[in-house]
């Protein structure tokens, strides 16, 4: 409760050690070091090797994890101890919101292969020296009907799928991906809100 990183022991079998201090936590370094090493039991078990028993203490916390000791060198003492730690943390994460506005009669284009029509013959002219597109290449309807087979009136409609951010000198900074691409129609006005952990 001090946040100084002390692990006060709370609760135990044997009460007068409750409110020792059992080891500290390093927050910079992500440890935890345990350096209580009175006995939390008068139990004796084999948890240093299979010859000599010793109380259980803070020193022991989670032995045969990754020292080399196992059922074959502690016995039956080994399968008996359990160990467990839960924690929960908190840290501060600042946030820069963007808005990305995309007005009525903006943001009608796309330059995604499927926004023209499949088939289409792009280039009208094309050479060593020049390259002209044609400029009757229409745009594949994606309006959808009310009925099967049939394609509704034309409206110019486009799918957002990324947002592009750049700097104040149109350097590209990052693009944001939509989960779920975004119907933009030509009379809307949509908004999209962008958060960043900085």
């Given at each position: 409760t001090?946040?100084?990183?002390?692990?006060?022991?709370v609760s135990g079998t044997i009460a007068s050690n409750n409110g020792k201090v059992a080891g500290v936590v390093l927050y910079d370094e992500g440890f935890l070091m345990l350096t209580g090493s009175w006995n939390l039991s008068s139990?004796?078990?084999y948890?240093?090797?299979?010859?000599?028993?010793?109380?259980?203490?803070?020193?022991?916390?989670?032995?045969g994890s990754n020292d080399g000791l196992n059922q074959a060198a502690l016995g039956a003492d080994y399968i008996t101890a359990s160990y467990n730690i839960n924690f929960k943390g908190f840290n501060e994460t600042q946030v820069m919101t963007m808005f990305a506005h995309a007005g009525r009669g903006q943001v009608n284009y796309s330059n995604n292969p499927s926004f023209l029509?499949?088939?289409?013959?792009?280039?009208?002219?094309?050479?060593?020296?020049?390259?002209?597109?044609?400029?009757?290449?229409?745009?594949a309807n994606t309006v959808s009907s009310s009925y099967t087979d049939y394609s509704a009136s034309f409206k110019r409609q486009v799918y957002v799928s990324r947002i592009a951010i750049y700097d104040d000198f149109r350097n590209l900074m990052g693009v944001a991906?939509?989960?779920k691409p975004v119907l933009k129609e030509e009379g809307q006005d949509i908004s999209f809100k962008l958060k960043l952990d900085i």
């Open positions: 001090k946040e100084n990183g002390e692990l006060i022991q139990t004796k078990l948890l240093r090797d299979s010859t000599t028993r010793v109380n259980p203490s803070w020193l022991y916390f989670g032995v029509q499949h088939g289409q013959n792009m280039l009208e002219y094309t050479s060593s020296r020049s390259y002209e597109q044609r400029s009757d290449i229409k745009i991906t939509l989960s």
